[in-house]
């Protein structure tokens, strides 16, 4: 775990079914995350074809994508993969593919608060416990055939599914981020910089810088999913039961909708008065 302190990399032949893999994409700016279920083979969530990440806004067009689906349109696909590709959801690829030119990394679960804290960009480890391999790929191989949900940077993204296979925790309060690392960092910086008082009570830069690495780092770890107190853990198969079950009544809705303006639409040109010639 010394080593870990310094680089999460790890190599291929270190690899163990069910391990918690991520590579960082766009320079740095965020990493892509999966589950290694043996073979060379990942398992991971993504937004869309060619999308591992994004939020169907015009931020979209600052975010690069390099989903193996992204590359150009006259490659041939992966002579390995290729026929597994998906246009959304969960799909397994190669690592080749998942890792698309990028650096192998290893999450670290059931590491300690000074360890956590010692890393300072968020989306690398976590307090929580991880479950036994084969357990995490069950969870994985599970959601691959039934789906995880709809895609939500904020709430529903590539580290969260990650994390929700090793762990089979899920977050029941409806207003917060959801298990990402680097989501809840992006948000205790901001919190940190914009948003806290304690900002005031020194003038000098040094005060100032130890006052917002402080708030940076409490924000990071009662986020984390180690200690949050707003979760649960929910096995696979009801996960999905309960995704299915709320779909089917959002489509039930939307039908109840269109049937009610059919009617309406129907009742007003029954009442409509007759054409005077």
Request: charge should be negative.
């Amino acid at each position: 775990m010394a080593a870990g302190l310094l680089s999460n990399r790890v190599d291929r032949e270190d690899l163990a079914v069910g391990d918690h893999i991520y590579s960082w994409r766009a320079a740095y700016i965020y990493a892509h995350h999966g589950i290694y279920i043996g073979d060379e083979m990942v398992i991971h969530f993504t937004r869309a074809a060619g999308h591992e990440i994004g939020t169907g806004t015009f931020l979209d067009s600052f975010l690069f994508s390099s989903s193996p689906a992204s590359s150009a349109g006259d490659a041939p696909p992966c002579q390995r993969c290729g026929h597994l590709v998906r246009p959304d959801g969960v799909v397994m690829s190669c690592l080749d593919c998942f890792l698309h030119g990028g650096s192998l990394y290893l999450f670290h679960y059931g590491v300690s608060p000074a360890f956590f804290l010692a890393k300072a960009r968020g989306g690398t480890c976590t307090l929580a416990a991880s479950d036994p391999g084969d357990a995490v790929a069950h969870r994985a191989r599970y959601l691959l055939d039934k789906g995880f949900g709809a895609y939500s940077l904020f709430k529903n993204n590539c580290e969260d599914f990650a994390i929700y296979c090793k762990t089979g925790l899920l977050v029941e309060t409806a207003f917060s981020v959801g298990r990402s690392g680097q989501l809840a960092s992006l948000t205790a910086a901001f919190s940190a910089v914009a948003s806290s008082p304690l900002r005031f009570l020194t003038t000098s830069a040094g005060g100032l810088a130890v006052v917002t690495t402080g708030m940076y780092c409490v924000g990071r770890y009662v986020s984390d999913i180690g200690v949050r107190r707003d979760v649960v853990k929910v096995p696979v198969e009801t996960l999905v039961a309960q995704t299915s079950a709320t779909v089917t009544a959002m489509e039930a809705d939307v039908t109840a909708e269109n049937s009610a303006d059919v009617a309406v639409a129907a009742d007003a040109d029954t009442v409509r008065p007759p054409a005077v010639d």
